[in-house]
């Protein structure tokens, strides 16, 4: 009989025979146990034909990346710690120094400020193009150009690209990917439901799982989806060097918020488009950006190419708002939370200062807050948006 410390480590427990639950059990290793030397010499990560080391996956992670990669219409997905991970894993296994990167004015400004941290140390240059101009992006390209960043709508400013004209100006190019320009969204927006990525032409989508499969508000992760087995392994060996793993509890409670993302995809949606509508109306209001709105920019696109939209709306106020006023505005309302993020239970808010955060000119004088609708009722956020608007004037 072994000593105690022992036997707590070697216990008899099997789990329950039979035990057929709907639910993903929860698995969780730093390293698997191999039975012998022959077996842990044949180890192969890379086709998923077997378990190596925890930060190349368990059987939940692997459930995961397969729903992922379902979820968007793709083929292989790896999975990440967040979303931002999920960007610069993309641009460390398909730039070297010399290469050129492509960014849209409007994006997530982490994936800039990642190009003009790290990619810019490493030697790879960038250029910021105009997303609503496909000749902007033709004359932005270059034999350097390696990698074109993607994003439907942009973040904050909430333009609507015509996907397929950008990627007519890629595919112009040669050689063909993998070897040639390589085209990638940011698919957070669109989250796999409002419209199909690689139906759209991009050869890697990328997804904060953060945002709608989670759903919760608490827990960050990303993924990479790609159709192109090629493109995946390049992007799957640069995720095991660089040492990426995501969590087992994290990965159920994602698999467990999937389960209901296109229900609160459409919900959320719904109430955001009555806000939106809603805001246009206000005195106080100059414009709202939200692309299901006639005369938002690219709203023609969205409508060509999407079924839905997501949960968010930015209002620009009229130049006659100070700043002061508009954090007054922020700072009164009750329901919608000062928060980034979004596409949890709960609305949040944020003020922006656009021109700080984009290159090129922004014609607009007053202030932006982009709203992220959650799942309250409708009545009782547009309530609240009333009251604060009372506010704004003091
Ligand atoms: C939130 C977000 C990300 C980053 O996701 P995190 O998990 O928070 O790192 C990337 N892109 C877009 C469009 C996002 O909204």
Redesign the pocket.
Known sequence: MSELPTRLIHHPYQPPAGFQAITVPIYKASTVIFPDVAALRRRDWTQKAGYTYGLQGTPTTFLLEERVASLEGGRYCTLVP??????SLVDMALLKAGDEVLIPDNA?G??KAFAEGELQAWGITHRYYDPMSPADLAASMSDRTRLVWL?APG?ITLEFPDLPALMAVIRARQPAPPEGVIAAL?N??GAGLAFNAFDAGVDIS?H????YPSGGADV???SVVTRDEALHRRIQYCHMRVGHGVAGNDAELVLRGMSTMSLRYAAQDAATRTLALWMQQQPQVAEVRHPALPGSPGHAAWQRDCSGAACLFSVIFKPEFEQRQIDIFCDSLQLFKLG???AGPMSLCVPYDVPSIRRRPWPHAGGLVRFSVGLEHVADLQADLAQALTKLAG
């Open positions: 967040s979303g931002l991970a999920a960007l997530y982490p994936n994003e973040s940011d957070t927006w990328v904060a799982l953060t945002k960050l992760m990303g980034y993020s979004w």
